[in-house]
């Protein structure tokens, strides 16, 4: 069986936009449910294969490529909020189908750039060679990859505040004129002094 990266890596994104036909001509909610449950798996599982087996290779073996690199990783970053997001949502929510929508544009968009833009300039650079050994190295990382969006990083933060003990800041300035207030009251006369 050929481990190529490239081969792999298309048969995924065949997979992901077959499930985005049938999302779009599902109806019923059971369905349209379990058919974002399989998507939000499937890209889960991509985007982890690609972020830490295909595009560090692609970075230090083709600087070219620097810029699409960089790009894509922003992109997967903008599926993973949309995923984490629906993880969460279930078809009876108003914005379910449109989050939907814009999270199969937006892969859509980036499965096209990945196929068309660079990877064919990865297997000019690269050779069948090391895109057979990345492919082997995606296929163990396949095992391991987290099945489920990840948690939001902003949603931890809030998360995070709000456990914390409410705190008022308070400027340095009015620290010290309540300390100046505290010592001017324990001690009669000190204003008078001082003046
Ligand atoms: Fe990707
Ligand atoms: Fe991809």
């Not at 809030?158 to 003990?165: F, L, S, T, W, Y």
Request: with cysteine.
């Amino acid at each position: 069986m050929s481990t190529d990266a490239i081969v792999l890596l298309r048969a995924d994104h065949k997979e992901i936009k077959r499930l985005f036909r049938r999302f779009e001509k599902a109806e019923k909610a059971a369905e349209k449910q379990s058919l974002v449950k399989q998507i939000l798996e499937l890209l889960a599982v991509h985007t982890y294969i690609e972020n830490e087996g295909l595009y560090p290779q692609v970075r230090k073996q083709v600087p070219d490529l620097e810029s699409d690199i960089l790009e894509s990783y922003e992109e997967h970053h903008v599926a993973d909020l949309l995923c984490a997001e629906l993880a969460d949502m279930t078809p009876a929510d108003e914005r379910f189908t449109a989050k939907v929508t814009v999270l199969i544009e937006s892969v859509e968009h980036h499965i096209e750039e990945e196929e068309s833009a660079w990877f064919p300039d990865v297997r000019e650079s690269l050779g069948r060679k090391d895109l057979q050994e990345i492919g082997a190295e995606m296929l163990k990382l396949r095992k391991k990859a987290p099945k489920r969006p990840k948690k939001l990083k902003t949603e931890l933060v809030e998360r995070k505040a709000a456990k914390a003990p409410t705190k008022v800041k308070v400027p340095a300035q009015a620290v010290a004129a309540v300390r100046l207030a505290e010592v001017g009251d324990g001690l009669p006369g000190m204003e008078t002094a001082a003046r």
